[in-house]
């Protein structure tokens, strides 16, 4: 059986610009419908989950991990989005910072 038409929700936290182009040229090749919000900070990005559900998130770390990280331990420590799916994307921190926050999956950039 066919899955029916769906369309995913996706947020995405990302600060660099350049990023942002190849994110969304990504999932414009992917073949499936994606609506992407975009966050530049966790401030934002928390705004946005408080306004509307999301299929799950995509987030960089930063450049010292840890602002990631804590923004991560938000959302954990958060009823409503305990489950949410969370991505991580980043080039310049570890899988374990990512992973001990509560991140479900971690992808390095290639740099």
Known sequence: ???????????????????????????????????????????????ELREQAFDFAISDLGKNGEDGAAFIRTIRADERLRSLPIIVLSGSANSILAYEAGANAFIAKSM
Do not use: W
């Not at 350049?18 to 928390?46: M, N, P, W, Y």
């Open 1 to 47: 059986m066919q899955e029916p038409f769906r369309s995913y929700n996706i947020l995405i936290v990302e600060d660099n610009p350049g990023d942002v182009v190849l994110i969304r040229e990504a999932f414009a090749e992917c073949g499936k419908a994606c609506h992407l919000t975009f966050a530049r900070d966790a401030a934002s990005a928390q705004n």
